[in-house]
Nanobody, 118 residues
């Protein structure tokens, strides 16, 4: 059973920066997708950023140019660097991994609250 832990989150003013980290209990070298989702109050959870095992990245349009996803396979972690934060970025952020083990498996972190004040 893979466990994901997200220390971090917090309160930041608009225009500020915050970095989220996702710590995994095992190796991420065989993980196919590392992802960050977010869920704002009253809204559906949305995929914000992803990085594949080959290093390809993808972002939702609303964060392109402001957020950067990265991974460190030596430390078994992946991060989300968030710059130029806006109040509409306020949400609970969840890290997730997907890997194929006979079937596709997806694991989730516990979530980290990010609040951006105007």
């Amino acid at each position: 059973q893979v466990q994901l832990v997200e220390p971090g989150g917090g309160l930041v003013q608009a225009g500020g920066s915050l970095r989220l980290s996702c710590l995994t209990s095992g190796s991420i070298s065989n993980v196919n997708y590392m992802e960050w989702y977010r869920q704002a109050p009253g809204k559906q959870r949305e995929l914000v950023a992803s990085i594949t095992d080959s290093g390809s990245t993808n972002y939702v349009d609303s964060v392109k140019g402001r957020f950067t996803i990265s991974r460190d396979t030596a430390k078994n972690t992946f991060d989300l660097q968030m710059n130029s934060l806006k109040p509409e970025d306020t949400a609970v952020y969840y890290c997730s991994i997907k890997l194929y083990e006979v079937v596709w498996m997806q694991y989730w972190g516990q979530g980290a609250q990010v609040t951006v004040s105007s």
